[in-house]
């Protein structure tokens, strides 16, 4: 019997990875499309057709209800939200309207049509914040430092509520940075990435930073969605928590980037206060023992293969555009 599969935040990094791993293993796969005058099909462009698509918002309950009487799913993935940290400062109400009751909203329909549906929430590192303990593990106190943890934090304890208060089949990822070369360029390591092929065919000349001694625990989406999956498969609900339990620092990131195409990073990379946040999250390193025992878990692509791999992706990208 074929299983359907309704994912939200589907054309982002994660959810055009989670579509084609879904697709792959020959799911029915909707996606929940939020209506823009300029719709951004880019990371799913390959697998457009093969999506059933469901006009909806996050904001707007009765759209997820019909949302989820059209799709009938057997797994429910909310990945939709506002996700970069630094828009959450000068943005803190949309964040919460959508990163945090955009939860209650996908739940409650989930609750309402098809309460037997496994509901995935996409939880993240940045609860953990002013870190209690390193490694952060699925027992480490949340302290968030921005307006975007603190609503990641409601999304993740409104998932438990419900689990507890309806016996809902609901699971959290407690996912540690993640990337890939379908990473949006306001995200640091595509940030540099691109900067590092930009600079090496001439096309910039500079790249400005904040702080280059934070600490991140960043792996590969394509591996993090599999675990994703793997959370639903499982007979009880549980949270986990995903990384790779490495941590590199900012600066190590750009060297690797610079590196790749035989360039100094000193001599391009600027200081800039502007790119410094409010409040700082210094060192997020994750523990995700949990995950490789009880879900069988395992990392394919490492820290350096990983940036390189990025760089490729941009340099490619820019030899295309200028041939």
Known sequence: MTKSALITGITGQD????????????????????RTSIPNYENVVHIKDKIEWIDGDLTDLSSLVRAVQESNPDEVYNLGAQSFVATSWPQPIATGEITAMGVTNILEAVRIIKPEAKFYQASSSEMFGKVQETPQKETTPFWPRSPYGAAKMYGHWITVNYRESFNMY??????????????????????????????????????RMGNLDAKRDWGFAGDYVKAMWLMLQQEKPDDFVISTGETHTVEELVQIAFDYVDLDWKEYVVIDKKFVRPAEVDLLLGDCSKAK???????????????????????????????
């Open 170 to 207: 609901a699971c959290s990822g407690i996912l540690f940075n993640h990337e890939s070369p379908r990473r949006g360029l306001e995200f640091v390591t595509r940030k540099v990435t691109d900067a590092a092929a930009r600079i090496k065919l001439g096309l910039q000349h500079e790249l």
């Open 15 to 34: 959810g055009s990875y989670l579509a084609e791993f879904l697709l792959e293993k020959e799911y029915r796969v909707y996606g929940l499309r939020r």
């Open 293 to 323: 025992k009880e879900l069988g878990w395992e990392l394919e692509v490492g820290f350096q293969d990983l940036v390189e791999m990025m760089v490729q992706s941009d340099l490619d990208k820019y030899r295309g555009v200028i041939k």
